[in-house]
């Protein structure tokens, strides 16, 4: 009997040792779900004129989250519009060339100038020779010879005018036409690529967790108005201590218990921070105690679970 009692007692000891040990291997850690969000604003700042979405919303790809009022950019490309078109007046000008009655105009004034330049020519062959003889004075001279020469330069003075009505804009003067009907169009496309992002549609498919703004209200440019959960693209956040990191590598595989949805499921690890986040204290002495410095691990289902940011994860190890 005393044996038998003896034998019971150390059984019940090494079951209540193993008991504690088994507990005090195991280790419960907590982690929570994150998704990658998208914060999404407009290039061009302004008064919002409608919000289509609401808070929980499902969207998707290319679907209208709001639009911003756009009347000084109406206005600005009432202007470009309006440049363009007088470039290309211009432009269709240069490469018709001159007209049919200005051509005719420039050739009746050199035909003038080739007449006023024939009769100064006259009258300066006449006074040389009465020179000559004596009978003008050489001022008269000298005023038939600064005759002829005004008339010559004036007679090709008007051919050019003529030469150049009829061959037209030279190759410079179209290029440089051609390159304002450019800059006409550009400025058109960057006015309306500034009224296009007025409108701001969905980059990706998810759900509408926030709403910061409401029609009615100013925003500036760039400042997150709707913020787009992709649930697609979750993970389960973990903070791990460094003395248990040697038991986390990349693709280490851990079975998971998720409250929210009661089911239990398994997590590989997909990332693990090459720097340590932050320090947990416990108290230092004599002993050796020191500080524990925390890495995040990021675990991601093995299977598709339906998940939502916030919720809890719990592994043991």
């Known amino acids: 009997t005393i044996y038998i009692s003896l034998i019971a007692v150390v059984a019940m000891a090494i079951i209540i040792v193993g008991s504690m040990l088994k507990k005090e291997e195991q280790i419960l850690l907590q982690g929570v779900v994150e998704c990658r969000q998208y914060r999404i604003g407009s290039k061009i700042g302004g008064q919002i004129e409608r919000v289509d979405v609401s808070q929980g ?9 709001y639009t911003i009022s756009t009347p000084e950019l109406e206005t600005k490309l009432i202007q470009a519009t309006a440049a363009r078109q007088a470039a290309k007046a211009l432009d269709r000008e240069v490469i018709a060339g001159a007209r049919k009655e200005q051509i005719e105009v420039a050739y009746s004034l050199w035909q003038q100038a080739v007449a006023g330049k024939e009769l100064a020519q006259k009258s300066y062959e006449r006074i040389v020779a009465l020179h000559k003889d004596g009978v003008v004075t050489t001022q008269k001279l000298d005023e038939a010879t600064a005759n002829f020469e005004a008339m010559s330069n004036a007679e090709r003075a008007a051919y050019a005018q003529y030469s150049l009505a009829v061959a037209g804009a030279t190759k410079e003067q179209k290029e440089a036409v051609a390159a304002k009907v450019s800059m006409a169009q550009g400025a058109i496309d960057e006015v309306m690529s500034y009224i296009s992002d007025g409108t701001v ?17 100013v925003v500036g ?8 959960l992709d649930l697609t693209n979750s993970w389960i956040e973990f903070n791990i201590k460094e003395t248990l990191m040697p038991r986390f590598t990349i693709g280490s595989t851990f079975k998971a218990y998720i409250p929210a949805i009661d089911r239990h499921t398994d997590l590989t690890v997909s990332y693990i921070s090459p720097q340590a986040d932050f320090a947990v204290w416990n108290a230092t002495s004599a002993d050796g105690g020191f500080d524990i410095r925390t890495f995040v691990v990021k675990m991601s289902p093995t299977e598709s679970v339906d998940i939502r940011p916030g919720m809890s994860a719990i592994i043991k190890i």
Do not use: H, K, N, R
Request: proline share 6%; hydrophobic share 45%.
């Open 57 to 65: 919303d499902s969207v998707t790809v290319g679907q209208i989250l």
């Open 221 to 228: 440019a760039g400042f997150p108005v709707v913020t787009i």
């Open 201 to 217: 549609l969905a980059p990706i498919s998810g759900e509408v967790s926030t709403v910061a703004y409401y029609a009615g209200e």
